[in-house]
């Protein structure tokens, strides 16, 4: 997977790269779909979910740019992958996710690979963390229509956020960069994501 799909596709992050080598994708997906565990495609995992294809899960993670120090904010825990991956590269992540089966699931599976710098909680992502913020990065997994203002608020001055926005097929990724206090943002990728649900107030201007 690292060899043949991450690399040719321009993921040059040797610690991101390291992560997605060792963190075990199998354990993330279905039993009947453990066979396509490594191609590069996004997998359903139940509950109308889905679980990120490896280059886009590379790809966001090293935009990012992880620290070893950092604390992270995930909005979208689905099956805990990559979660799993930024517990591999920071402090500590946090993750929320709205269906509490899966985040129940995802809790127990991570706790059983042994990544106890990983935290999930079910919960409306787009309100965030409060009680642990700031986060030094937020990465999300489901696309809302706006950038939602909780997140941004969390988000520490010098901090980056990769998020997807947009309805239906018309989605874009997009990287933010708070300075002080102001946002800088542009989009980087076209991506298919499936639908933030939740209630959060549009982004403040200015």
């Known amino acids: 997977m690292v060899e043949e799909q991450l690399k040719p596709r321009g993921i040059r992050d040797e610690r991101v790269l390291a992560a997605l080598g060792k963190v075990p994708r199998e354990e993330f997906v279905p039993e009947n779909e453990r066979s396509e565990a ?14 990120s294809q490896p280059f886009i899960v590379a790809y966001m993670t090293e935009q990012l740019r992880p620290r070893p120090t950092d604390r992270v904010l995930e909005v979208g825990t689905g099956s805990g992958y990559q979660a799993a991956i930024l517990a591999e590269l920071v402090a500590e992540v946090y993750s929320i996710e709205i269906i509490e089966p899966l985040a ?20 409306d992502g787009s309100q965030g963390w409060a009680e642990v913020a700031p986060f030094d990065s937020i990465t999300v997994t489901c696309a809302p229509d706006h950038v939602p203002q909780a997140l941004t608020d969390q988000l520490k001055d010098g901090g980056r956020m990769v998020i997807p926005v947009g309805v ?7 990287l ?5 206090g102001h946002l ?13 649900v939740g209630q959060a107030p549009p982004q403040k201007s200015g």
């Open 168 to 174: 239906g097929l018309d989605q874009q990724l997009y």
């Open 104 to 123: 129940r699931d995802a809790s127990a599976r991570l706790a059983r690979l042994g990544y106890k710098n990983a935290h999930v909680k079910a919960g």
């Open 38 to 51: 490594y191609s590069d495609q996004s997998l359903a995992i139940g509950h109308d979910q889905t679980i």
């Open 176 to 180: 933010l960069e708070k300075k002080d």
């Open 184 to 196: 800088d943002q542009r989009a980087i990728l076209p991506v298919r994501f499936v639908p933030m």
